[in-house]
């Protein structure tokens, strides 16, 4: 007969009554609820963002507070008296993630035995007894530690068994065996309520800089917010360092048991400072660790807590921690993508053949890191022989331009020699030895390594910091019958490797760690996003919910489509060309660049450029991850019009002299409808081809890959929810460029948004703009052949009535690109010519843009003051683009807020990677049941 009882929630009804039902059901699944206490239960959440020390959470104190309430209580009954001393003994696959709290809050002193086992010894007290039993992390979290050559360890799955054990004279008697299981991670979706949003201030003092300044984009959010009663948490300067990718630092979600939720923010393993390495400059971690931990909400930390044991070949090993391994990797890195760099400069200013020939002798641009260090002297004495040849060859555009490609050589051997400088290669065996600088709290730390180690640290550190880890790439789909709690939707292909292993874009051990939290009612979906720049889900879609369904939990999918996007330069162009005179006819059936002129306003339908005032960002500073560069399409563009002989009326088309060129001068970003279907290739056409094809070769030789990833991704959501509304928003992608074969969106992403109900934040696409009659017509044309919108819905009144016939622009003194050396109302006058006929007269229109806007200007045309202003450009044209999304978004019941996000758009993002939130948790989910 028992001598002692366990007792606890049992029968979870959020209380511990201690009667016999509830101890009758000790060892039922899932047993008693505890959730883990990753919170600060003593702090109030700040209202402000402040530079702070990391929060102590509630799981690292020794003695809990009296407040703390995620320690799940745990009563030990005497039914009678027996010799002993008690002990409770937890079973548990990671026995250090869990840990016995007695009566006074002090946590007690274990002792680990075989099997997983570990004991406490319960102190002396009169019966019946008080505990606690507390968890400090979360199911299916990654290990602590792990050797980098050993095999990956298994995660523990939340369920814990707990023994009440008493050394009786004659041995060690079970007096019960009572089950608790560690409630999972549940991530809340776009359903919840908006409580904060947050966003980080990035400011540019330098005029000449307006891409380096988020203020548009904070101002227009903020105007947004602001009749919600929902408040924007702005994250200043000097707290996140210039990393304003706020999105893909954590994901939101929550722990439930009976007596109630803690919201948890996954604190994703992200090291980057925007496209750079945390190494060369702060990142958002410092503020989700300092800011967010507070009472009922925590922070999960596991993948930040990892460390790896590194094997040399003297017999000896080091140890390298998350939070430091990113210097490695901003070395490897560095020499990557210096290889890269030195391919792609070699064709640019090469022959196909000399291209080829490299490639025969040094392999493609991607090859693991030991032999990229290897090879960058050989490599960069390749691009020296390229270099001559193209200065001394007639018909290349570089004949004689000596000086110009003697400095890309230059700069080229420099990154070279710094290569071989800090990446010695000892001599003798294949071993690399890697030195790690001292950086903050970080001391300098030294790696010899053969071969195969260094191939096992590349993989490994690719795969920790791999961006596909990011919050970006995590979105949370509605419920349905077999996912009560919604669908976990990330970019992630499953590629098999020769030696029988397979290879993840996402981090082996978070994609465990999302698929183990499936006890909260959680499916994870995997869609492709391989072919992506950045790799990220919410480039690609947005679950929003139905607001004239709010009955409906499945609400719908917003989704980029460059089928649409099409579809509206293709019906735009049409409606242009039958309002053209014959002789204007003859110019555009078979429209080639010339340099006679690039604007689209002649006849009674003109169109103007898409992208117009806006103009690309050329970055690439030391230690930069993704060095940001002009879309392909606009490279292409501007090297057909170098050819030309003298200037390109409205506004020149620079180029980069050379990838590690930090900065170069605007590169104006406008483009016609005919100069976008000149320039692109057919990416856009093959993302949404129902008809995926295999591999092919483009007209530049590269592999083309297998096409429809787009309509790939339709067809599982569909597959996953059956009837669900996928609704399309135009956006074109650009080229895909020739060594990664992967692109990104060439006009803003339009869905990647963000939810305020009943609002929708939505980027300003800068479409091509036609008169309203003209657009009703387009736009009606393409709503009868898509069928996501009524297409009587396109009337010239209602694009009125929305304000669709308005066009603004953000600017501020020197952020207005042009071809006009002149005021900045004339560089208006030249940015949004097009948007008046063609007899119109300049002086003419910069005077009614200058009246349009009354106090912006001073007498002689330039902006007041040094701040940002919102202009209004009156040519009363509709965004063809912006009505679409409109007409979608009032479909399910929203409006659209358009935010001027072009400063995230040149960095590959858009308003959602720019922005994240504290949302409400569901009610009534009970995962348990």
Known sequence: MTAYRLHADFDRDGRLSARPGEWARRQAPPGALVRANLD????????????????????????????DDEPAGLLVEEVTAAPGPLFVVLRVADAARCAVVDATGRRLAGAAGAGNRVRFRLPVAPFPRRLALEAVDLPAAPPAAAALSGPAPGLPDGRVTVWLERDDPAGTVVEDEVLFTVSPLVLIGNAGALERLYMCQVTADDPARPLDDNGPAVAEVQAALQPLGVPLTLVPMEVHGGDSWIQD?????????????????????????????????????????????SRDLGICQSFWDRELTIASPDGTTGRLGFIGSDRALVIMIRVKMLRRQLFESIARIGTDVELNTTVAVFGDATVEFFRARNELPALAGRLKQVARAAAERPDSPFYKQHDKLGRLVQ????????????????????????????????????????????GRLEKRLQQWHSSHNFGGN???????????????????????????????????????????????????????????????????????????????????????????????????????????????????????????GRLTYEGANPVTHL???????????????????????????????????????????????????????????????????????????????????????????????????????????????????????PVVFDDRSA????????????????????????????????????????????????????????????????????????????????????????????????????????????????????????????????AWR?????????????????????????????????????????IHCGTNVLRTAPTGLRWWR
Do not use: C
């Open 474 to 596: 995590i979105e949370v789909g509605p419920p349905h019958a077999k996912a009560p709690a919604g669908v976990v939707v990330v970019g992630n292909q499953t590629t098999p490797q020769p030696d029988g292993s397979t290879a993840t874009d996402m981090d082996p051990e978070l994609l465990a760690f999302l698929r183990g939290q499936a006890q909260g009612r959680q499916r994870v979906l995997e869609v492709d996003t391989s072919w992506l720049d950045v790799g990220h889900v919410d480039e690609v879609l947005a679950f929003v919910p139905d607001l004239r369904d709010p009955q409906s939990p499945k609400g719908a999918v917003l989704r980029s489509s460059p089928l649409v996007a099409l579809k509206l330069v293709e019906a735009a162009r049409q409606e242009f060309m039958a309002g053209l005179s014959p002789g204007e006819l003859t110019r555009y059936k078979n429209w080639i660049p010339t340099r006679t």
């Open 411 to 454: 700069n080229a051997e420099k990154q070279v020699e710094d290569v071989r400088r800090e990446i010695p290669v000892p001599q003798g065996a294949p071993q690399l030895r890697l030195r790690l600088p001292a950086v903050g709290k970080l001391p300098q730390q030294d790696f010899l390594m053969s071969e195969a180690e260094v």
């Open 40 to 67: 600060d239960d003593a702090r109030r959440l700040p209202t402000t963002v402040t530079r702070g020390d990391p929060v102590r959470l509630d799981r690292e104190l020794p003695v809990k507070t009296a407040g």
């Open 249 to 293: 630092q954590y994901q939101l979600g929550f722990t439930e048991t009976p007596d109630g939720p803690t919201r948890v923010l996954l604190h994703t393993p992200r090291t980057r400072s925007d496209a750079a390495q945390g190494v060369v400059a702060p990142n958002l971690s410092s503020m989700v660790t300092a800011h967010f931990p």
């Open 739 to 866: 060594l990664a074969e992967q692109t990104a969106a060439f006009t803003p992403n339009l869905a990647n948004l963000q939810v305020a109900a009943p609002w929708l934040l939505v980027p300003r696409p800068h479409g091509p703009r036609m008169d309203v009659e003209a657009a009703a017509r387009v736009l009606r044309a393409v709503a009868e052949q898509v069928g996501d919108v009524k297409a009587a819905r396109f009337t010239p009144q209602w694009l009125r009535a929305r304000g669709l016939d308005r066009t603004v622009y953000w600017a501020r003194p020197g952020s207005i690109p042009g071809d006009l050396a002149g005021d900045d109302a004339q560089k208006l006058t030249s940015a949004f010519r097009d948007g008046w006929p063609k007899e119109a007269d300049r002086g003419e229109i910069r005077q009614q843009i200058v009246r349009a806007n009354p106090g912006a200007f001073d007498s002689r045309g330039f902006l007041r003051g040094s």
């Open 611 to 729: 992208l117009r005032g806006m103009q690309w960002l050329h970055q690439h500073e030391r230690g930069q991850l993704l060095p940001i560069e002009p879309p392909e399409i606009y490279l292409s563009m501007a090297k057909r019009y170098r050819d030309f002989a003298g200037p390109i009326p409205n506004s020149p088309l620079p180029l980069p002299d050379s990838p590690w060129q930090p900065t170069t001068p605007p590169l104006p970003a406008g483009i016609s409808i005919f100069e976008l279907d000149f320039f692109r290739d057919g990416t856009n056409e093959d993302l949404e081809d129902p008809e995926p094809a295999a591999q092919r070769t483009g007209p530049d030789g590269a592999s083309v890959p297998a096409k429809g990833q787009l309509t790939e991704t339709e067809e599982k959501l569909t597959t996953e929810y059956g009837a669900l509304p996928i609704l399309k928003l």
């Open 870 to 910: 919102k202009l209004q450009i009156p040519e009363r044209k509709v965004d063809l683009f912006e009505a679409w999304t409109e007409a979608v978004a009032d479909r399910i019941g929203y409006r659209v807020t358009w935010v001027e996000a072009w400063y995230y758009h040149v960095r590959l993002g858009s």
